[in-house]
């Protein structure tokens, strides 16, 4: 049974890292085929929650996450509404965690992609990550906890899934939306794409458990690389398509989407790793679980929302 879950996390971070150069390659940003920290601005400044107008779209790779975790957790029975475990800390833990990704230009995922890429500012990030993940588990190691989550109605669980549908309809009758004209917020692989690979991947992640922070904090706390191989496959994944796509550059100057200053680097990534930790997954792992009925993740992903 391990061996089958360990196969799945593989593929799932395969799937990634290929998804996130072939969404590049397709009209994404470069470097920037699938963040989930930028696309969820995106999907705010869409939202008209600001007002940044070069980063306003509403990203279908964002619904596709959520709603992708939400059909296979219900074929699979594993659907369930519960929540309740310190909502507020969870917020502010995600906005914490949205703030610090945006100072170092992105999440956990967007990392490992620009590692693969070349982009040597991201392996700064990596350092500060990995040390936000190990003071995380000093805490967890002390007794830290946000406390027991309890069942909830179905239907509140589904709330957010529900709120993606319907961004989904706005999105493709379009007016609706605020919509970028130029810059990182005009940069779309086609929609069907973007939402289709969005679809498999989330029910990838929500099979696999798969979770950037994870992998660290397991190899860290409990001495198991189980989840860690599957953000290894994401990085294996994205530097060979980025090879083959002559995208790879090695550089601390001029990387797309990037600085250059390493303490800025390194410390967002700090909080990110953190925060990460405390909250019990990366920014990608609480849109999975929002779409499996977790109203305490679905709040934290309104944290990094706003």
Known sequence: MKKKNLFLVVVTGLALGAAGVGLMLLGNPANMGFCIACFIRDTSGALHLHSAPVVQYARPEIIGLILGSFIISIVTKEYKGRGGSSPLTRFVLGFFVMISA?????????????????????????????????IGVQFLKRGYSLGRTHKKNALEGATLPIVQVVLLVMLLVGGLLASSESGPGAAR???????????????????????QMGGFRDLIMLKDPHLFWGGLAIFVAALIFNLAADTFKLSFIGQPIAHSQWLWNFLPMVGVGLGSALLGGCPMRQLVLTGTGNVDSAITVLGLLV
């Open 102 to 134: 945006l100072v170092f230009l992105g999440c956990p995922l967007r990392m490992v992609l620009r590692m693969a890429a070349g982009d040597l500012n991201a392996w700064v990030g990596l350092i500060g990550f990995v040390a936000g993940i190990f």
């Open 189 to 211: 692989a086609p929609i069907w794409i973007a939402l289709l690979l969005a679809l498999v991947i989330g029910a990838l992640a929500q099979r696999s458990r798969l979770c």
